[in-house]
C-alpha cells in the first residue's frame, strides 16, 4: 500500500492551483492505469505531502458533492469512494461562489474582490455530506492529502475519559492528536475521537472502528455525524495529558470564567536539554515579533524599568484568554439588562486583574513557577551516550500558546523533543538545525515531546465538584518506561 500511494504521488500533481472543470473526462481512462488512492486506518509510513487542488465548477457540473469532486478534480487517484473518504474527513470546502481573490493575484483595483469580500455565499464551508448537492459556478477546495494523526486511531478514548457529566467530560489526552479541528481533518481530533466514544449522536453504519489492519479503510463516520464537544483550553497535538471538554456552552463559560479568575491550576511536568533554576520564571511578548510567523513565539527578559510580578493574594491558578468566550457571549445575548449589566462589571473586573499581565505598549507578561528540577533518565536513550536530562515540575501564572516550551527555551533550556525550540528529538542527539523544519503531514507516537498535563485543579464549586477538586492524568511516557 504504501509503495503505492508512493508511486501516485510522483505521477500526480502537487499544490493546488485554479481549475474550470465540469466532468474529468479523461479521469475514468488514466484510473484504469493509476490507482485510486484510499485513506486507511494506518496512514501510510512515509507521509504524503500537502495537496490542495481549486476549482471553479463548470456549467455541467450539478449533483453530489462525492462524485462531483471526484470528476471535477481530473485527477487519475481521487474517485468517488476517495472523494467520500475526504469529505468524512472535513477536508473538502464549497461555495455557491468563489471566493475573491488575493490582492496580489487580482489586482489592487480588482471589482469583484470588492463585490464578493462580505458577500457569505463566497465563504467556503466543509462539506458535512457527500450527498450535498453542489452546483455550476461554484467553488470547491480540495485537500487531497488530509494530515493524519495515527495516534488517534491508536487510542481507546473510552479508556482515555478520567471524568463525565452531563456537562463536561475530562479526558487524558495522548500525545500525536490535536485537540480540535485542523484545516483538512475534523476526524481524527480529541473532540471528536471522544464524542464518538461517549455515543453522542453518531451513526455507526454498521462498522468496524476497531480494527487496527493497516490496509482497512477509515471506518465510514464523519466529523459532521457528531454532536461536538466544546474546547474549553487546549493543549498542542505533541503535548499529553488532562484536558477539559465542555458538553454544553453553559459549562464552557463557567470553566473559562475560571480560567479568568484564575480558579484553575495547571500543573505540569517536562524535561528539558538544562537545569533551571526553582522559583517565579518571568518573560515578555513583544506584538512586533508577530512578523516573525504565527508558530514560533518569541520570549523576551523584562527590560529596565520593567517592574517584577510579584505573588498576590487570593487563587494563584492561571489566567487565560477564553477560547468559549464568543459562542458564550452570543449564548448570552438574550438575557436581560440587568444581567447584562452584571456581566459587564465582571469584565471590567476581569480586566482590571489583568493589568498586571498587560503593560501599555502592548507586550503581554509571561509568567510561570518552576517547583522542582531534578536530572531524569529517559527511556531508549543509552546510558553514557545521552547527555544530562532534567525533569521539572511547572505550574502556570499566565496562558500563553507555547508558554512552557518558549518560555524553557529562552532560559537556554529547550524541551526535549521540541524541535520547532531547538530541542533534540528524542534519542537523536542535539538539536542544532532541526527547529525551523514544518510539522510533519504524519504526526506519529515517535514525535515524542517532553511536555505532560499532570493535573488539573480547579478552585470554584461547580459541575466538576467541590471547590479543590484535582483531576491527574497517568504517568508521563517517559515515566512510564522507567525502570
Not at 474546547?231 to 488532562?242: C, E, F, K, N, Q
Request: with cysteine.
Amino acid at each position: 500500500m504504501a509503495s503505492m500511494l508512493r508511486r501516485v504521488v510522483t505521477a500526480s500533481t502537487g499544490g493546488g492551483g485554479g481549475a474550470s472543470a465540469s466532468a474529468g473526462a479523461g479521469a475514468s481512462a488514466n484510473a484504469r492505469t493509476t490507482r485510486a488512492l484510499r485513506l486507511t486506518d494506518a496512514p501510510p509510513p512515509t507521509p504524503l505531502p500537502p495537496r490542495v487542488k481549486h476549482v471553479v465548477l463548470g456549467p455541467d457540473a450539478f449533483g453530489p458533492a462525492a462524485t462531483i469532486v471526484a470528476s471535477a478534480l481530473g485527477l487519475p487517484d481521487v474517485d468517488a469512494r476517495y472523494a467520500r473518504q475526504l469529505i468524512e474527513f472535513g477536508a473538502v470546502y464549497y461555495s455557491d461562489v468563489p471566493p475573491p481573490r488575493p490582492r496580489a493575484a487580482s489586482g489592487s483595483g480588482s471589482s469583484s474582490s470588492t463585490n464578493n469580500k462580505r458577500d457569505p455565499s463566497a465563504t467556503p464551508q466543509r462539506v458535512k455530506s457527500a450527498n450535498r448537492v453542489v452546483h455550476p459556478g461554484g467553488y470547491l477546495r480540495v485537500h487531497v492529502h488530509p494530515k493524519r494523526f495515527p495516534a488517534a486511531r491508536a487510542t481507546d478514548w473510552r479508556r482515555a475519559i478520567i471524568a463525565a457529566g452531563d456537562a463536561f467530560v475530562v479526558v487524558d489526552k495522548p500525545a500525536g492528536v490535536n485537540v480540535g479541528f485542523t484545516v483538512d481533518n475534523a476526524k481524527e481530533c480529541v473532540a471528536q475521537c471522544v464524542a464518538r466514544a461517549l455515543g453522542d449522536a453518531f451513526a455507526e453504519n454498521g462498522s468496524d472502528s476497531s480494527s487496527t489492519d493497516s490496509s482497512t479503510e477509515c471506518s465510514s463516520w464523519g466529523w459532521a455525524d457528531a454532536t461536538p464537544l466544546i474546547v474549553t483550553h487546549r493543549l498542542d497535538a505533541a503535548t499529553s495529558g488532562v484536558l477539559v471538554l465542555a458538553r454544553d456552552v453553559e459549562f464552557a463559560r463557567h470553566f473559562n470564567d475560571a480560567l479568568r479568575e484564575r480558579k484553575v491550576q495547571k500543573t505540569y511536568a517536562c524535561v528539558s536539554e538544562a537545569r533551571v533554576p526553582v522559583g517565579v520564571m518571568e518573560h515578555w511578548t513583544d506584538p512586533e515579533d508577530a512578523t516573525r510567523g504565527p508558530r514560533r513565539h518569541v520570549m523576551r527578559p523584562p527590560r529596565e524599568g520593567d517592574t517584577p510580578w510579584e505573588e498576590r493574594g487570593g487563587g494563584g491558578g492561571e489566567t487565560s484568554t477564553s477560547i468559549a468566550e464568543e459562542r458564550a457571549e452570543k449564548a448570552a445575548a438574550t438575557t436581560s439588562k440587568q444581567k447584562k449589566s452584571q456581566r459587564q462589571k465582571k469584565r471590567e473586573r476581569r480586566l482590571a486583574k489583568a493589568e498586571e499581565f498587560v503593560h501599555p505598549d502592548g507586550r503581554r507578561r509571561c509568567v510561570l513557577r518552576v517547583l522542582t528540577c531534578e536530572e531524569v533518565k529517559i527511556p531508549g536513550e543509552k546510558a553514557g551516550d545521552a547527555p544530562p536530562r532534567y525533569e521539572s515540575t511547572v505550574e502556570l501564572v499566565t496562558g500563553r500558546t507555547h508558554q512552557i516550551r518558549a518560555q524553557f527555551a529562552a532560559s537556554g533550556a529547550p524541551l526535549l523533543g521540541d524541535v520547532l525550540y531547538g530541542g533534540a528529538r528524542v534519542g537523536r542527539g542535539t538539536g542544532e538545525g532541526e527547529g525551523e523544519g514544518e510539522a510533519p503531514r504524519v504526526l506519529g507516537n515517535d514525535d515524542a515531546l517532553c511536555l505532560h498535563a499532570s493535573e488539573i485543579r480547579v478552585d470554584v464549586a461547580g459541575p466538576l465538584g467541590r471547590s479543590g477538586t484535582t483531576f491527574k492524568a497517568s504517568p508521563p511516557w517517559w515515566r512510564r518506561g522507567a525502570s
